[in-house]
């Protein structure tokens, strides 16, 4: 297995915030998965989506996944919201640590950050907020399926987090059953 941190969880859940914490506290690099796209198409996301449709999206996600797992070690990713749900082995990144927190929750978070409108904007998914969380309830086992390791991250500052997801990555003792 790859020695890479893969957060995954719902758009605004806190992975790009979450991701660029603990890659100064573990001094590892932090490669965002939808960044990645952006450069490799030299296009914005939504305009991926607008002119080849979500069939094209996910197919670049695919590709990322099989680029990033041959060739990318010792790297925190901080992953779309739809990557493990539909990239064929996650897993294959690194630890999977899943960022759980509820739809109010993700909305609180991005009503209290410094910039909300600007966060409402790169999320256009949450103009509809019915649609929005319908989609977080029905990716919710997809998500638990696909960690190593949940966090939930409701109500919980960055350091707290950060210090969870720590705790969570030491081995356990030897000698022991945890």
Known sequence: MKNNIVLIGFMGVGKGS?????????????????????????????????????????????KVCRWMAANIDHTIIATGG???????????????IYLKNSFKGIMDRIESSHNPKKKLKKRPLFKDQKKAKALLESRLEKYAAAADITIDVEGKTVAEVIAEITEALKPAPVGTDA
């Open 18 to 62: 979450i991701s660029r914490t603990l890659s100064k506290m573990l001094d590892m690099l932090v490669l965002d998965t939808d960044d990645v796209i952006v450069s490799m198409e030299k296009r914005e996301i939504k305009t991926i989506f607008k002119k080849e449709g979500e069939g094209y999206f996910r197919d670049l996600e695919n």
């Open 82 to 96: 739809g990557f493990p749900i539909y990239v064929d082995d996650v897993k294959a990144l690194g630890r999977v």
